[in-house]
């Protein structure tokens, strides 16, 4: 039996490196018999092969995926960008594939994530459940954050690329 329940992620290396996140891909890090796959937009599908690295706290997750020898587009990392930043975004809100919306950064802010402090970002750009793990990005191109969730008041949030970047600097 095959059950989908499609949200969003990014690569970040063309070897299958990706990053969602952790309330995306935590249920899948402690049931042995999910799996999870990544499929692109051509609709090639990639089997997640491990966790390499995440963070409850800053609710991001980095993963690989067996590429079968494929070079994956791969997503530049970026500086965090600054308040009132131009942003663009792409997601599955609902279930609604390759979506883009754009805004700005409206203001950084340290909110509290499983009990720990977490920095973040509110952004104006929609998206909704499924967009969760997508790829925030500037006007080049480059990731500057990562969608995570929408408050109970309706602020949209993003991870700073800052916390990814500390993320994988704490995997070397």
Known sequence: EIKSNPTTAYVIDEGGVCVTNFHVGKEYSTKPYLSLSVMTKEGKSYPVTKITS???SDDLMVF????????LAALPLGNTATKGAAIH??????????????????????SSLAGQACNT?????????RSSGGPIVDNCGNV????????????RIGIPVSELKKLIEFKK
């Open 64 to 71: 690989q995926v067996d590429t079968k020898g494929d070079k």
């Open 54 to 56: 995440c963070s409850e």
């Open 121 to 129: 970002m509110s952004i104006t750009a929609y998206f909704n459940i």
């Open 89 to 110: 975004l792409m997601g599955h809100p609902n279930a609604n594939f390759y979506r883009y919306s754009s805004g700005v950064i409206s203001s950084f802010d340290t």
């Open 144 to 155: 500057v954050g990562t969608v995570s969730r929408i408050t109970d008041s309706g602020e």
